[in-house]
Structures are given as C-alpha cells and as structure tokens.
C-alpha cells in the first residue's frame, strides 16, 4: 500500500494523533489552550476508539470532554480573600497583575487523605468497568481497556487539580496503552502514545520546577 492510500485510510486517527501530541506539550507548558485542544482531540477519539470497538477507553473521550470544562474553569478561577476587595491606590498595576496570577491554582503534591481516595475510586472503576465490559460487550480486552479507562480517568482529574504525581500514572498508562493499541492495529495511536510516554518523563522534570518555585 502506497503511503498516500495509507494517510488517506487513517487521516482522522492522524489528525487525532497530531492534536493530541499538541495538547500534551500544552500540558508541560501549564498552558491554559491544553483544555480546548484536549476537547477536540476528545472528539476525534470518540470515533476512533468506537470503531476499534474500545468501548471503555471511548467513554473516557466522554469524560475528558466534561473534565476540560472544568479543569479550564479550576486553572483560570481566583481564589477570593487575598484579592477579592482591595482599597484604592493600594496596589499599583504591576503588583495587581502579579497578585492575580499567585491566586490562580498552583502545581501541588499528592497527600495521603487524597491518594487514598483516588486509590479507592480507582478500584471501584476498574472492577464495575472490567464486570461491564467482560459480560455487555464484545471488547477483546476487557480487562486492559478497564485498566487504562480507570487509571487515565484518576490522573486526567489530578491534571486539573494541578497535582505533580498524575505524570506518573501517565507513564504507565502510556506504556500499557501502547501495547493494547498494537494489539487492535492502532499503529499511528501507538506512535501518539510512545510520544506521550517520552513527553510525561519531560512533564515530570519541568512541573518539579514549578513546584520548587511556589
């Protein structure tokens, strides 16, 4: 097959392949565009992944459609107090500005009470995912769909929380699907995910930075 008849067949999975790559390097970046970018690249998957019949890792497009409007309004939103009332002529122009960024939301550590919850309702998606999966459809891989679902679901929640520790469960997630996705012929998705695995050790190193600077 002549590498034009290749892009034509795969054109949608390229381009989903294309945004998504985008919407990482936002992500390292802590730019606010990831959230519109993630919302299209959203879409496109929801195809892909129903035609390849991974039923789980389709419903997660859904979710990840809801998860951008909110993690778009979380990463923008002012906390209120520090900046909310001000007397006149107490702020100048460059400390207003400077004020209002340190109210936004900051990069942050993973505590014990909020790993332990996500480790629970990590645990409850898995075994209700693999149960739905194994039994109401026909995906050849139920468990490993569930596994990816589940996990990707706790770590796209932490991203807009801004919690450091969601680039670990990247990593893994990346790996994992990587392997799935050859499995069910995804070849321009496993090249998208081996990327995303190299772009989540590179999200490890400069959110770390952030951290050291709050």
């Not at 900046?83 to 942050?108: H, I, P, Y």
Request: glycine letters at 8%; charged letters at 20%; one cysteine or more.
């Amino acid at each position: 097959m002549h590498i034009t008849d290749w892009v034509t067949n795969n054109y949608i999975e390229i381009f989903g392949a294309i945004t998504g790559i985008i919407y990482v390097f936002l992500e390292i970046r802590q730019n606010i565009w990831l959230w519109p970018v993630g919302i299209i690249t959203s879409g496109v998957y929801i195809w892909i992944f129903f035609t390849g019949k991974l039923y789980a890792d389709m419903s997660l497009q859904g979710y990840y459609l809801v998860i951008s409007i909110l993690g778009w309004y979380w990463w923008v939103r002012k906390k209120r107090g520090r900046g909310g009332e001000r007397e006149k002529g107490g702020f100048n122009e460059t400390e207003r500005l400077r004020d209002e960024e340190t109210e936004r939301l900051k990069v942050t550590r993973l505590n014990l009470r909020t790993g332990i919850a996500l480790c629970v309702v990590f645990t409850l998606l898995f075994s209700t995912m693999w149960l739905i999966l194994d039994r109401l459809t026909d995906s050849p891989v139920p468990g490993w769909d569930s596994f990816i679902t589940s996990l990707s679901i706790i770590a796209t929640w932490m991203l807009a929380r801004k919690i450091y520790e969601h680039w670990f469960l990247w990593i893994i997630v990346n790996t994992v699907a990587a392997g799935l996705f050859y499995f069910r012929g995804l070849y321009p998705t496993i090249i998208l995910y081996i990327i995303y695995l190299f772009m989540s050790f590179a999200g490890l190193k400069v959110w770390k930075v952030s951290i050291l600077r709050n």
